[in-house]
């Protein structure tokens, strides 16, 4: 289970990871940091690499080069250690339309190794209040609610670290709403979480270190602390438009 | 013991959304079924060219049911991004392959099954003996082995309906072979010492096979 790392200057370590995919490289030398409890949002066009980055730290693709130390374990050495302290949040469900919500909890469980996953399963539903439906088809549902189904397997093993990939893409106002109360409760304070999004307004809203990523590099980065919304609006538009 | 319980999950989690779909075994055994009664009539009732014709007859209608169910198997996956969920989990990527290919030989074990007595009913063969069992079981145990690797690979492109055949079929001709052989003598009512050999090449496809998806299939699905 999750929330063990006890590394104390940082849960995430990433140094100069690159990823290609045949000719095209997504990620050109990636160095970053993650401190335990640290709220990171990364921005950046399409196609910056923000998603290829989130996968590659979730385990899901290899990096071409470079390191990534999770809880002081390498994630090429350890992968299915450091997968059980990762949560991913993507704007893809990863949920079967033909299972019930309890039934793709119940998989996910096991693949997790939950113990007393019967009670977790009913925590994590209560958690995004989707106790009433968790017999019902995920099909059946709104994109909204298939979303906070899909959060609930995310915090269903209690991970030390958060990787969400514009969650709220497909969403209303109402939804999102929901997502970051959500994400806020189980245990948040704890968790590290890095979140990759086109909202600024939000971003900044949430995020206490903020990121720039432009064809796979990092190109700016601030704590929110030192500057405001309209500050980082420049920063990011000067950064994109620079490495272009 | 717990690389079999992720296993069996993953099977279960398949076997659970194919029940209530029925997408795969509804089309595939419809498929099938039509294939068997189109030959019945093409061929008559002449006995020796049923014997001569029924091993080839019966190996194309399974060879092309498995591509049909096989292009199936990792679509589910593909929708919401499955796979990546699967992929996010601290399992190996073994055990995602050998879900697959458990949960793929289930449902091609339950359509052969439903086909063999239709086979022999409408051919009038010995289609239910132990060696036709044996010899279909262990044919199609090589060709999901193989079909799900290949499956996995073509899920990711465009045309994956016409990737897999092209890809897949030019692999399992030489099992698909054995099996017509074998399954041939068996009709006729050779000893098992006659197509031993052919049964031998069947095994060691098999054997050869699974072992090497095993090993790529972490490639396949990680690249």
């Known amino acids: 289970m999750g929330q063990n790392i006890t590394s104390p200057d940082w849960v995430v370590k990433v140094t100069g990871l690159t990823k290609s995919f045949g000719n095209q490289r997504a990620l050109r030398g990636i160095d970053l940091e993650v401190r335990p409890g640290e709220f990171i949002v990364i921005f950046g066009p399409n196609g910056a690499g923000k998603s290829t980055l989130l996968n590659v730290l979730a385990g899901i693709i290899n990096p071409s080069s470079g390191s990534i130390l999770i809880g002081g374990r390498s994630l090429q050495d350890n992968a299915e250690e450091v997968r059980r302290q990762i949560g991913v949040v993507s704007h893809q469900t990863f949920l079967y339309g033909n299972l019930t919500a309890y039934e793709n909890l119940e998989f996910y469980s096991r693949m997790y190794d939950v113990p007393r996953c019967e009670e977790r399963i009913e925590e994590v539903a209560a958690i995004v209040g989707m106790t009433s439906r968790l017999h019902d088809r995920v099909s059946t549902f709104s994109r909204g609610m298939q979303q906070r189904i899909s959060i609930a397997r995310a915090l269903l093993h209690k991970p030390a670290i958060m990787l969400l990939d514009e969650p709220e893409t497909g969403l209303d106002q109402q939804a999102i709403a929901m997502l970051w109360e959500t994400l806020h409760a189980d245990g948040a304070e704890k968790r590290s979480i890095i979140l990759t999004s086109h909202n600024l307004e939000r971003g900044f809203e949430l995020g206490e270190r903020l990121l720039v990523l432009d064809k796979g590099k990092i190109v700016y980065e601030v704590f929110k602390k030192d500057l405001d919304l309209d500050g980082l609006k420049t920063a990011y538009q000067q950064s994109t438009r620079v490495s272009q | ?223």
């Open chain 2, 1 to 223: 013991m717990n690389f079999w319980r992720k296993v069996i999950a993953i099977t279960w989690k398949d076997a659970l959304s194919e029940m209530r779909t029925r997408e795969i075994i509804f089309s595939v055994l419809v498929f099938t079924l039509l294939v068997i009664v189109i030959f019945n009539f093409a061929f008559g009732t002449s006995q020796e060219v049923i014997v001569l014709v029924a091993p080839g007859s019966l190996w194309v209608t399974f060879a092309f049911a498995g591509v049909l169910s096989l292009n199936r198997a990792f679509i589910p996956e593909k929708e919401q991004g499955c796979l990546e969920g699967l992929m996010a989990c601290p399992i190996s990527r073994e055990i995602i392959y050998v879900g697959k290919v458990v949960s793929s030989l289930l449902f091609m074990l339950i359509i052969e099954a439903i086909a063999l007595p239709i086979f022999a009913f409408l051919f009038n063969l010995p289609m239910l003996s132990l060696q036709v069992i044996t010899i279909t079981v262990l044919t199609t145990v090589g060709f999901v082995a193989v079909g799900t690797l290949f499956s996995a690979l073509a899920v990711n492109t465009k045309a994956r309906e016409m990737v897999l055949p092209i890809l897949f079929l030019p692999i399992v001709v030489p099992i698909i072979i054995g099996a017509v052989e074998a399954s041939g003598l068996a009709l006729a009512g050779e000893s098992w010492a006659s197509f031993s050999s052919w049964l031998g090449i069947i095994v060691a496809f098999d054997a050869i096979f699974l072992v090497a998806s095993f090993l790529v299939f972490a490639f396949v699905v990680e690249e």
